[in-house]
T-cell receptor, first 114, second 113 residues
Framework: GAVVSQHPSRVICKSGTSVKIECRSLDFQATTMFWYRQFPKQSLMLMAT?????????EQGVEKDKFLINHASLTLSTLTVTSAHPEDSSFYIC??????????FGSGTRLTVV | AQSVTQLDSQVPVFEEAPVELRCNYSSSVSVYLFWYVQYPNQGLQLLLKYLSGSTLVESINGFEAEFNKSQTSFHLRKPSVHISDTAEYFCAVSEGGSEKLVFGKGTKLTVNP
């Protein structure tokens, strides 16, 4: 079946540094990927829609300059949290659209900013 | 704008008991409906989905959900749960033609022995 690999699964970084999270579709091409953020005991909130070869579309309230998204190929999208702060600590999940076949989710990245 | 309501944040049940996890949505257009399951510190796995056709959809592990357009609901049911069904369950909706998914807040199902 379709697999989306998300890396790293866990990362701890110091406040003020940047962290890059990768999302790869392993056996299919994904022209559209999505980035979600999940707070403890809450639902997934869509942060942005990533389209291959074009700029990402951010949801209202999400800072474009803080959460940089790059979708340079049909199998890779990256989310970079710049100048991370403790309030950015969260669980980040990516998903890839497979058209009529639906969506495949990555296994998530637990980011802790200390 | 579309929204998804999962009325129960937590549902504790005993093993082999039936369970229903409720999901209601609001949308002014046709929708696609999904149930996802999330185990601790993992991503989401698709449980089942409704796109069109039969309003009753089933998963391979015994769950089923019924799309009820008049009640704008897509409740998830299982006649007999197992300990391994303990997880967080999310209902999601996308409006026809859109790739965006809107999620409910989730229901934590805990199956006790």
């Amino acid at each position: 079946g379709a697999v989306v690999s998300q890396h790293p699964s866990r990362v701890i970084c110091k406040s003020g540094t940047s962290v890059k999270i990768e999302c790869r579709s392993l056996d299919f091409q994904a022209t559209t990927m999505f980035w979600y953020r999940q707070f403890p005991k809450q639902s997934l909130m869509l942060m942005a829609t990533s389209n291959e070869g074009s700029k990402a579309t951010y949801e209202q309230g999400v800072e474009k300059d803080k959460f940089l998204i790059n979708h340079a190929s049909l199998t890779l999208s990256t989310l970079t949290v710049t100048s991370a702060h403790p309030e950015d600590s969260s669980f980040y999940i990516c998903s890839a659209s497979r058209g009529s076949y639906g969506y495949t989710f990555g296994s998530g990245t637990r980011l802790t900013v200390v | 704008a579309q929204s998804v309501t999962q009325l129960d944040s937590q549902v504790p049940v005993f093993e082999e008991a039936p369970v229903e996890l409720r999901c209601n949505y609001s949308s002014s257009v046709s929708v696609y409906l999904f149930w996802y399951v999330q185990y601790p510190n993992q991503g989401l796995q698709l449980l089942l989905k409704y796109l069109s056709g039969s309003t009753l959809v089933e998963s391979i592990n015994g769950f089923e959900a019924e799309f009820n357009k008049s009640q704008t609901s897509f409740h998830l049911r299982k006649p007999s749960v197992h300990i391994s069904d303990t997880a967080e369950y999310f209902c999601a909706v996308s409006e026809g033609g859109s790739e965006k998914l809107v999620f409910g807040k989730g229901t934590k199902l805990t199956v006790n022995p």
